[in-house]
């Protein structure tokens, strides 16, 4: 399950290695949690285009948001059987603009948080899917959830899922919903090679969301993240699904 990632590369590295239309202006973001606005890239009709949407999938048919669970993953194993996903899985089809992702290991009653990146320092292209909710009132909301697959040998040691990252060379195959058909896109839902990946021990701050800055990137010992157990008040997190809204720009 993937529940915080990153944003840090220059716009400029993100519309060149996934060339879509837009010319999108925003700063760096360390620290990326469910609900909060994030940049996704799909395609139609043979064009790609950058898209703002809500991290947190609520299918069209969905009667009461307020009621359905906070669905941030999508487990790749059962796409086109949870109605959920199935539309998206054969309409739908996008990927997240992410260089880095945070994934944590239990270490006793705590959890030591890593952060996973390319070693080549590209975009790290994650498979998603989107739906626009529309609500009886006409408001309508994109949102997004990620695929997730078995972990590969680099995560194994952390997590038993991560995310499905794609190489340059599939991006078509998993975008072009129109002429790529939902088996053949299925095929790409797997661990990506270990060889692509590199994986350390990060700071316990980015277990708050408040924390959004480049220390959070620093390699640490696990001596010194091993985070202390939180006190104090509080703050309420949404309750998130494997299977408050911000401001990103």
């Known amino acids: ?27 760096a973001r360390y620290n990326v949690a469910p609900t909060q606005p994030v940049p996704i890239v799909h ?24 009621a359905f669970p906070l669905v941030i993953n999508a487990r790749g194993e059962t796409l ?11 309409r739908r089809r996008c990927i997240f603009l992410v260089d880095g992702f945070y994934e ?5 009653q705590d959890k030591q948080p890593f952060l996973t990146r390319m070693k080549s320092r590209e975009p790290m292209p994650m498979a998603g899917l989107w739906e626009t909710y529309s609500d009886p009132s006409g408001g309508e909301i994109d949102t997004a959830a990620l695929v997730t697959t078995d972990a590969n040998g ?5 997590h038993d899922r991560m995310p499905v990252i794609l ?28 060889e692509w990946l590199e994986m350390f021990p990060v700071s316990s701050r980015v277990n708050k969301v408040e924390n959004d800055d480049a220390g959070l990137h620093e390699s640490v010992t696990e001596q010194e993240a091993t985070p202390a157990r939180e006190t104090g008040r509080k703050t309420a997190k949404p309750r998130a699904v494997d299977d408050a809204q911000g401001s990103l720009f």
């Not at 399950?1 to 700063?27: H, K, S, V």
């Not at 086109?80 to 199935?86: G, N, Q, S, V, W």
């Not at 998993?174 to 839902?189: E, G, Y």
Request: aromatic share 12%.
């Open 1 to 27: 399950m993937c529940g915080r990632y990153a944003i840090t590369l220059a716009p400029e590295a993100y519309r060149e290695f996934f060339d879509y239309r837009e010319q999108p202006n925003f700063p």
């Open 43 to 66: 395609e139609e009709k043979g064009q790609r285009h950058f898209r703002l949407v809500r991290w947190g999938f609520l299918p069209s048919w969905t009667k009461d948001p307020k």
């Open 80 to 90: 086109l059987e949870k109605p959920t996903f199935k539309a998206a899985m054969t």
């Open 104 to 108: 944590w290991r239990r270490v006793g």
């Open 154 to 158: 680099v995560m194994s040691a952390v």
């Open 167 to 194: 190489s340059r060379d599939e991006l078509k195959a998993w975008l072009d919903s129109d002429n790529v058909d939902v088996k053949t896109a299925m095929r790409l839902v797997r661990p990506c090679p270990n």
